[in-house]
């Protein structure tokens, strides 16, 4: 969501860029980093103040995925983490040319999020909905129902457990575009299950929390979905859907689950058709396509409830990696990523 702060009336931009600075705690000869942006934010300054600040003084930020989505996360908006990104880009060009050719940096090659994104638009208005974590598990039990997989303790408990940051960690060491899956595979949860190695299992994807923090006032919401930049997909495969959540025993919403083999989540190959079987409940929408991974997406009236916003690969028979799924990169990254909202009683 994009913050709106304003600016006092007395204060003029370059005092407020000078206090940018000194909220920060910089000097001459100290470069800005991660952290001192994320200051500046929660110290309300001006998402303008902020930008002007990161282009003005000598940076030092660390702008992998993972950074940016917790940047993200703690309210950074795209433009402060876009300047970012370019001040870094400036120094790895100046790293790779000699000094002398003091080449300019053109405005319009910064480089922009590659992060997919979803908006809600409210009229002239538009709002941000976070990229939020999936969270994927197991049970032995088959995909029959949403509300069977609901009160299944195995996944349940898999789900709170895979919220730690231990496991976390675990699920995303290695090279995880986007943090996104934490697969359920160790401890009594389902040490039974692995002891036999059964040829299958039903894999659940599954949010974290009873209910989302976006709650929607209006029965038939519309959004805008960008995903034309994800590294390593071909956005063409995709396109974006709505799904029903189901509430399990008020520790996630299940978004669906499919079948596949007990190790497919730390298989490199390209081998595990994860949609062609896949149980979900889907809105029936109909994405008007702007061009590779750009949509615009109105919904029909929607009862009360929870919500998703996902991406579907086009083709049921598209063959994924199970290591990729696991942990939410390239294709897998496309499958888990999710952006809830809530129907309100009151929406209208």
Not at 55 to 83: C, F, H, M, Q
Request: some cysteine.
């Amino acid at each position: 969501m994009t913050r709106k702060r304003k600016i006092r009336p007395i204060a003029t931009g370059a005092y407020l860029v000078l206090m940018a600075a000194s909220i920060a705690g910089q000097n001459s000869t100290k470069p800005l980093t991660n952290n001192d942006v994320l200051a500046m934010v929660n110290k309300k300054m001006p998402e303008s103040v902020i930008v002007s600040a990161i282009k003005t003084t000598p940076g030092a930020y660390d702008t992998s995925t993972n950074e940016l989505i917790r940047l993200n996360s703690a309210g950074v908006t795209e433009l402060e983490l876009n300047a970012m990104i370019g001040v870094a880009h400036k120094a790895s060009s100046a790293d790779a040319v000699p000094a002398a050719s003091n080449i300019a940096a053109d405005p319009d090659t910064t480089p922009r999020s590659r992060m997919p994104r979803v908006q809600l638009m409210q009229g002239s208005t538009s709002q941000d909905l976070k990229l939020e974590k999936t969270q994927l598990a197991q049970t032995k039990n088959k995909p029959s129902s949403m509300k069977n997989l609901a009160s299944d303790s195995v996944v349940t408990q898999a789900m709170q457990a895979g919220i730690s940051t231990a496991s976390w960690d675990a699920a995303t060491h290695m090279n995880s575009v986007i943090g996104g899956s934490t697969v359920q595979e160790a401890g009594s949860i389902v040490s039974g299950m692995l002891a036999h190695r059964p040829p299958t299992v039903t894999y659940v994807w599954g949010v974290p929390g009873p209910a989302s923090s976006n709650v929607v006032h209006t029965l038939a919401p519309a959004f805008s979905v960008d995903y034309s930049r994800a590294a390593g997909v071909n956005p063409d495969d995709f396109e974006p859907a709505v799904v029903k959540l189901t509430p399990a025993q008020n520790t996630c919403r299940i978004v669906g689950a499919t079948q596949g083999k007990a190790d497919a989540g730390a298989s490199p190959a390209a081998d595990w058709q994860v949609y062609s079987h896949y149980l979900e409940e889907p809105v029936t929408v109909k994405p008007q396509k702007l061009g590779p991974g750009k949509y615009k997406i109105n919904t029909p009236e929607l009862a009360p409830g929870e919500y998703g916003l996902v991406l579907r690969p086009i083709s049921k028979t598209k063959k994924f990696s199970g290591g990729d799924v696991a942990r939410a990169q390239g294709d897998g990254l496309m499958f888990d990523a999710i952006w809830t909202f809530q129907i309100s009683d009151e929406a209208q």
